[in-house]
């Protein structure tokens, strides 16, 4: 069983900066990616950003170029840093971690960019 738990989230001003965390605990030893998610009111859930057990990333074409994915492997955490951020970045991210048979989703993290 995986548990996560997202942090880092507010409110922010366009052009502003945010990074968010999710902290990973339980068992780990199957995990072959993590990633984040977003969801805004009344849209499907997408995927932000991803990170391979062998380090590979991938990004949605939305945010390349203004967020980075990470993790910190002897922390079990992982880190999305949102750079130039825009309202239509507005939603709930969500981490995810993803073992051959299933997946894991923490409970979700508000981002709101508004002037």
């Known amino acids: 069983q995986v548990q996560l738990v997202e942090s880092g989230g507010g409110l922010v001003q366009p052009g502003g900066s945010l990074r968010l965390s999710c902290a990973a605990s339980?068992?780990?030893?199957?995990?072959?990616?993590m990633g984040w998610y977003r969801q805004a009111p009344g849209k499907q859930r997408e995927l932000v950003a991803d990170i391979t057990s062998g380090g590979s990333t991938n990004y949605a074409d939305s945010v390349k170029g203004r967020f980075t994915i990470s993790r910190d492997n002897a922390k079990n955490t992982m880190y999305l840093q949102m750079n130039s951020l825009k309202p239509e970045d507005t939603a709930v991210y969500y981490c995810?971690?993803?073992?051959?048979?299933?997946?894991?989703w923490g409970q979700g993290t508000q981002v709101s960019v508004s002037s």
């Open positions: 339980g068992s780990l030893f199957s995990i072959n990616a």
């Open positions: 995810n971690a993803r073992e051959v048979t299933k997946g894991y």
